[in-house]
């Protein structure tokens, strides 16, 4: 088993035989220096070089390098190798003790020692080769004698009678080690053409795991994206739900302090009454009828004009009040609730598909500058001259995208840079493009828009400026269409990502992506975003 183990060592990865004079690479593995070279040879115009054992890559060709101390070990091996291998083949004439061959005469059909094997004959008919048993193998089946040459046609070795009188007369024929050096050279690029297919699949194998890896990642990135998503929804459903309970419970507490405040408003009426009715009762009991008739006060007693009209409409509007839920409030309020939450998964799963939006350069105003890719659309100090068409903007430095949306949900996003000043948004295109105000993104009934300036945002439309609770923390907003639904929604894209607002409408004309540049730069980012 050691010297299994040690042949598995010294063999050549390419060849399977022991190393000759073996050669190194940087990466450390060890081949015959033919070997390596050929292989080297086929990666040559490939654009890089590469290990067979390892396949590490090499720009260059390597450099080669004589590995000394394996060569002598492979040398030491195979000096032993014939005593250990051929140990079933004895010495034919050392009779008196066994004596291991290290040679086989053909001819002789005899095995020597390395002592009967120095007096051996030399003469060419004497064919030797390694230690065998088996000598019969080595002689033609029909002649008996040593198979010398080997038949081209019929592809069989043959010996020099069937050559000259048996029956491959005639035919080509080659010396065994002529042919069996065309066998390996065929062997050979069938192996380099089994070493070029095993790299092959050795490459997909690792293209897949890379691949399984990559689905892992993404998969555990989707997953807390996911996770707080749910977090995210199950916040602002307890926010809903805090909000129309906490209505409920404030209508309660108004309808009550109003009936409190009646009560005693009442109590205190109906003391006087009682008041009243004791002095009343009083006279009446009284039997001298001067004393009755003269008592100052009865104007007053005998007043049964309650003049409380007031009093019954507020006590009927008062059991009236805070019967049943308010449903058409709640209604409308979990109708929007709900369907903001609804909106933000949408834009969610959505969000990952970002439309590749294009800036139209005959939109864009003369102090404008447009990118080649038609992506970045940055502000600039000197006249552009670009030409007066009817669709530029005249006195402001804005662009619309070249895309239409007139049905669908779409997204898209932009990178709007540092603390300058912009306007992101959604515009019908026969929004006013050479006026004043009234042409500037938001500051119309045809355009949605999403402002900065002086350090603070709002959501503006028909000049109408929100602003906005909180700033925009991430340099990237998004902007939700779904048009169907008339929404337009803006998100800051931070993480996890927040809603900032959402506009509603009836769309009557497609919209247009629109950007205002009052300093630096805006970037259109479309295409699939990593999330």
Known sequence: ??????????????????????????????????????????????????????????????????????????????????????????????????????????????????????????????????????????????????????CTVDDICVCMSCCVIGGHKGHEMESLDEASEKKKGTLRNVLQKLLTQREEMEERVQSLQEHRREVEEEAAGDTERVSALFRELRRRLEDLEKRVLSEISGRAERVSISVVDMIRELEIKKDELSRKMRDIEELCNLTDPLTVLQESDTGDLCDTEDGDDADRERHDRLLHDGRGLDVAWISHTLHTGLSDIITEVNVFFYIQEAEDILLDVSTAGNYLRISDDRKTASKSHRHQNHPDTPERFQYYPQVLGSRSFSSGRHYWEVDVGGPDSWIVGMCYPSMERKGGMQSVIGWNKKSWGLDRGDDQYWVIHDSNKIPLPT??????????????????????????????????????????????????????????RVM
């Open 1 to 150: 088993m050691a010297s299994a183990d040690l042949s598995a060592e010294l063999e050549c990865s390419v060849c399977l035989n022991i190393f000759s004079d073996p050669v190194n690479l940087k990466c450390g593995h060890n081949f015959c220096p033919i070997c390596i070279n050929r292989v080297l040879d086929t990666q040559d115009g490939s654009g890089g070089y590469s290990c067979p054992e390892c396949r590490e890559k090499f720009r260059e060709r390597p450099a080669l390098h004589r590995n000394i101390t394996l060569r002598n070990i492979g040398e030491n091996f195979l000096s032993v190798q014939p005593d250990q291998e051929e140990s079933g083949v004895l010495c034919t004439y050392c009779v008196d003790s066994p004596v291991p061959a290290v040679r086989s005469c053909l001819l002789c059909e005899a095995s020597l020692c390395d002592k009967h094997l120095r007096v051996h004959k030399k003469s060419p008919e004497h064919v030797l080769c390694e230690p065998t048993l088996s000598m019969e193998s080595r002689k033609c089946s029909v002649h008996k004698k040593i198979l010398e040459y080997y």
């Open 471 to 528: 700033n925009i923390s991430s340099n990237r907003v998004g902007i939700y269409l779904d048009y169907e639904a008339g929404r337009i929604s803006f998100y800051d894209l931070c993480d996890p990502i927040r809603h900032l607002h959402t506009f509603t409408s009836t769309f009557t004309e497609p919209l247009h992506a629109g950007v205002y540049v009052g300093g630096g730069c805006i970037k259109i980012c479309g295409g699939n």
